[in-house]
């Protein structure tokens, strides 16, 4: 008689904890895509004025993200939600971001995040998200990041995190942005 209630005790304790976990889940809010503008708003914080002076420096780095990855002789896909995070590695000059721009796999532009040009402080960070269920970009999505500064820099820090699931497991795993250099010029 012991046994079979402290059975149905604990039957009783696990569905009340995977009631709890799938409230939790149907009542967190849902995960968005950033939006042209909404990076100057989410952001603020780490945006200063943009600076007055002539830009001395620019750059271009390109950045391979996948929002879904073939699996199984490509029978199956995982989707993946992408993070992008652009530092600023100086510590004391604003890096000025000119574009922001997301392409999918074959090449064509998904999604533009900025209005205009937005200078990020000293040390800080912004971050695009693109959700699990934004599946544009295709298994050789990038961005291309366009910054500038008034001045000698330290080169930003761009790279971005996948995260996504496929059955019981769960992947994550980030790429480095690359500076675009023009190779092969006389």
């Given at each position: 008689m012991?046994?079979?209630?402290?059975?149905?005790?604990?039957?009783?304790?696990?569905?009340?904890?995977?009631?709890?976990?799938?409230?939790?889940?149907?009542?967190?809010?849902?995960?968005?895509?950033?939006?042209?503008?909404?990076?100057?708003?989410?952001?603020?914080n780490?945006?200063?004025?943009?600076?007055?002076?002539?830009?001395?420096?620019?750059?271009?780095?390109?950045?391979?993200?996948?929002?879904?990855?073939?699996?199984?002789?490509?029978?199956?896909?995982?989707?993946?939600?992408?993070?992008?995070?652009?530092?600023?590695?100086?510590?004391?000059?604003?890096?000025?971001?000119?574009?922001?721009?997301?392409?999918?796999?074959?090449?064509?532009?998904?999604?533009?995040?900025?209005?205009?040009?937005?200078?990020?402080?000293?040390?800080?960070?912004?971050?695009?998200?693109?959700?699990?269920?934004?599946?544009?970009?295709?298994?050789?999505?990038?961005?291309?990041?366009?910054?500038?500064?008034?001045g000698?820099i330290?080169?930003?820090?761009?790279?971005?995190?996948?995260?996504?699931?496929?059955?019981?497991?769960?992947?994550?795993?980030?790429?480095q942005?690359?500076?675009?250099?023009?190779?092969?010029?006389?």
């Amino acid at each position: 008689m012991k046994i079979k209630a402290a059975i149905c005790h604990i039957r009783t304790r696990h569905l009340v904890f995977a009631v709890l976990a799938c409230l939790s889940v149907s009542c967190a809010p849902m995960a968005h895509a950033e939006t042209a503008g909404s990076i100057e708003q989410t952001f603020a914080n780490s945006l200063t004025a943009l600076p007055t002076e002539n830009v001395a420096a620019t750059g271009s780095f390109y950045v391979p993200v996948y929002s879904s990855v073939s699996m199984s002789q490509g029978k199956v896909r995982a989707d993946f939600s992408v993070t992008l995070s652009i530092h600023n590695a100086s510590e004391t000059r604003p890096l000025v971001l000119r574009r922001i721009a997301y392409f999918d796999t074959a090449g064509k532009m998904v999604e533009s995040y900025l209005r205009g040009p937005v200078a990020l402080k000293p040390f800080s960070t912004i971050e695009v998200f693109v959700p699990t269920t934004d599946i544009r970009g295709g298994t050789g999505a990038n961005f291309v990041v366009d910054w500038a500064a008034t001045g000698e820099i330290a080169e930003p820090v761009i790279e971005a995190l996948m995260v996504g699931g496929l059955g019981s497991g769960h992947y994550a795993f980030t790429t480095q942005g690359r500076p675009v250099k023009v190779i092969g010029k006389n």
